[in-house]
């Protein structure tokens, strides 16, 4: 229980040591998808006996739901900034806070391309792969779902916090937590994580819209 425990919260813990303590994205990053990147791949090569611990369908039906799903949440992320930003940023806070974590610079395009193509894959290999086949053996689907999707937002709560405006802050996690539960539903539905993989790309990048069109 206690390395299920871990397993959960360590992402957030990652995130709070390079975004809060060492305040650099860079940093972040590195502690950030080690820990997807690698908690994985040891506890694969420590359970031999689990000869493949990713199984994965590549079909059109898990490409459309995940292009559509992806749309959606693109255009609803960029036309609720569209509309809010006024509100919900103090633009000038929010470009200190981000020279403050070194997302600044010509290293901007790298941390980008990390965010938008790197990011969804280890997230959703880590959340909708690794840590549902480890809850799913030990609860229900629905609990599993509920689980790791309110782990997912539970780091996203760090940046937010800083990132928008109180409740603003508050209110963003909302839509984290539910992308996770639609992410988990597409695993469990689709017995694939092709659908959440396209559509987190196509979320993020509409995150990266709003950074490169409001923010920088």
């Not at 103090?90 to 990011?119: E, H, P, S, Y």
């Not at 469990?188 to 092709?194: D, F, G, R």
Request: aromatic content about 18%.
């Amino acid at each position: 229980m206690k390395k299920l425990t871990l397993l959960l919260v360590g992402p957030t813990i990652m995130i709070y040591i390079g975004l809060i303590i060492c305040k650099s994205v860079l940093i972040t990053f590195a502690l950030f998808y080690g820990w997807l990147l690698f908690v994985p791949l040891f506890s694969s090569i420590r359970n031999k006996q689990q000869k493949s611990n990713f199984q994965n369908r590549f079909d059109r039906q898990s490409i459309v739901v995940g292009l559509i799903s992806g749309v959606i949440f693109l255009l609803a992320i960029y036309g609720a900034v569209t509309l809010l930003k006024d509100t919900v940023f103090d633009l000038a806070a929010l470009r200190q806070l981000l020279m403050d974590w070194n997302f600044t610079g010509d290293k901007v395009i790298w941390l980008v391309f990390v965010l938008i193509f790197i990011n969804p894959f280890l997230e959703e290999l880590y959340w909708r792969n690794f840590m549902y086949r480890r809850l799913e053996s030990k609860v229900s689907i629905a609990k599993t779902v509920v689980i790791t999707s309110f782990f997912y937002s539970l780091y996203h709560l760090v940046s937010l916090i800083y990132i928008f405006t109180f409740p603003f802050n508050l209110i963003a996690v909302i839509p984290v937590f539910l992308a996770g539960l639609l992410w988990g539903y597409f695993k469990y539905k689709l017995q694939s994580i092709t659908a959440p993989i396209i559509s987190h790309i196509l979320a993020d990048l509409g995150i990266m819209l709003v950074y490169l069109s409001y923010i920088l």
